[in-house]
């Protein structure tokens, strides 16, 4: 009986780490930063990303993450270099970002594809208030960005 219940508990616990696994963790790059393909500054530098682009956290290890970008490169960047502050990037021809979350709304700007704005909040219906460096806001339907 005791072994039956350790199983169980072992494969309660293996479920769990799969559900995180596939959560969607996003961040953004707090500072222009190196990518690199493996785990130290060692290893062969990718490329420089900019500050306040948004990344995927894909892996989680000693102060490393593996990150994917919106074109879905994965490289790693130092934990340190990732904020807390959300960002979306734009990944459409034109985003147009309008006064409500309404289709029929008045229209504050438009923004071109990879511009980055400051995610606001997210209302759940299929749009996101945002904010653009200039300070203008408003709201942009969720599949006209990246970062969500």
Do not use: C
């Not at 990303?49 to 919106?70: C, F, L, Q």
């Not at 504050?108 to 749009?127: P, Y």
Request: net charge positive.
């Amino acid at each position: 009986m005791p072994m039956r219940l350790l199983r169980a508990f072992f494969t309660a616990m293996l479920a769990g780490a799969a559900v995180e696994a596939h959560a969607l963790d996003y961040r953004s790059i707090a500072a222009p930063a190196i990518l690199y393909d493996a785990p130290s500054t060692k290893s062969k530098p990718l490329h420089i990303i900019n500050a306040g682009t948004p990344v995927e956290s894909v892996v989680v290890m000693e102060g490393w993450v593996k990150v994917r970008d919106m074109q879905g490169t994965l490289a790693w960047v130092e934990a340190k270099q990732l904020s807390d502050k959300r960002t979306v990037q734009v990944r459409v021809e034109r985003a147009h970002i309008l006064a409500e979350a309404n289709e029929k709304a008045a229209r504050v700007f438009e923004a071109e594809r990879d511009v980055v704005l400051d995610l606001l909040e997210s209302t759940g219906n299929g749009w996101v208030k945002v904010r653009h460096r200039d300070g203008q806001s408003g709201y942009v339907r969720t599949l006209q960005v990246w970062g969500l």
